[in-house]
């Protein structure tokens, strides 16, 4: 009788056990596992770790809006020379171009071939600089007035980006050239130039990959008033497009 009971709980056990499902070894729910060696002293789990990054395009100025009063223009600080050893832009202020520079190709291969630009603060370019009361050719010409401003910039796509810049406003004309161009480092990016709008897009800069994080411009836009302008006041909107290629 008593070995009829002992078999009898033996199976009730093994049918408790089928029931609860114990894991197999090395198997915990079917989905995680866990290893161990033979002699079962250590253990390892796996985890799957899921992540979306979805495609983004972010643009910062830290400048939205640039005055300039030619009843008093403000004078650049020095001197500008452009030096190709360490090519920098001009800094911000109003600039004397020579009367021998005619047009925006002129003044492109002045700077280039190492003219100067001198301050000036007056409207129309005019400006008596070695007090002898003369005004020489290299001493009256064309205002260039300079400003500088930072855009910041973000994309993550890996088949890289590209930058545009486009221009309106009201008059359409009238208000001399308009120059951008766009810094990185030392280098000093193509100028592009406008006497009427719209105008653009133009692609100020490009990349092959990502930003790299937020990668910083230096943008350099200038006005050019060599006589062709017309008074009035001129309002216009400078638009940034950062897209991926």
Not at 191 to 207: C, D, K, R, T
Request: glycine fraction near 10%; proline fraction near 7%; charge should be negative.
């Amino acid at each position: 009788m008593r070995k009829w009971w002992i078999a009898l709980m033996a199976l009730a056990l093994a049918a408790a056990y089928a029931q609860v499902g114990f894991p197999t070894e090395g198997d915990l729910d079917g989905q995680v596992e866990e290893l161990y060696d033979d002699n079962h002293d250590q253990a390892a789990v796996k985890e799957k770790v899921k992540v979306i990054i979805p495609p983004r395009y972010a643009l910062h100025l830290t400048e939205d809006e640039w005055n300039l009063n030619l009843n008093n223009p403000p004078a650049a600080p020095n001197d500008y020379v452009y030096n190709p050893q360490n090519p920098q832009p001009p800094a911000e202020g109003c600039y004397l171009v020579p009367k021998a520079v005619k047009t925006t190709g002129d003044l492109v291969s002045y700077i280039g071939g190492g003219g100067v630009l001198r301050p000036i603060n007056t409207y129309p370019a005019a400006k008596d600089y070695d007090g002898d009361g003369k005004l020489e050719d290299n001493e009256k010409g064309t205002l260039l007035c300079v400003n500088h401003k930072v855009l910041q910039k973000f994309s993550n796509d890996p088949d890289g980006w590209k930058l545009s810049v486009s221009v309106t406003g009201q008059p359409t004309s009238g208000f001399g050239y308009f120059a951008i161009t766009d810094v990185v480092g030392n280098q000093i990016g193509q100028p592009y130039f406008a006497n009427s709008l719209p105008f653009g897009p133009v692609v100020l800069a490009q990349s092959s990959g990502t930003t790299g994080g937020w990668l910083d411009d230096l943008i350099v836009e200038g006005f050019w008033f060599d006589g062709t302008e017309l008074d009035g006041t001129y309002t216009l909107t400078v638009t940034f497009t950062l897209v991926g290629l």
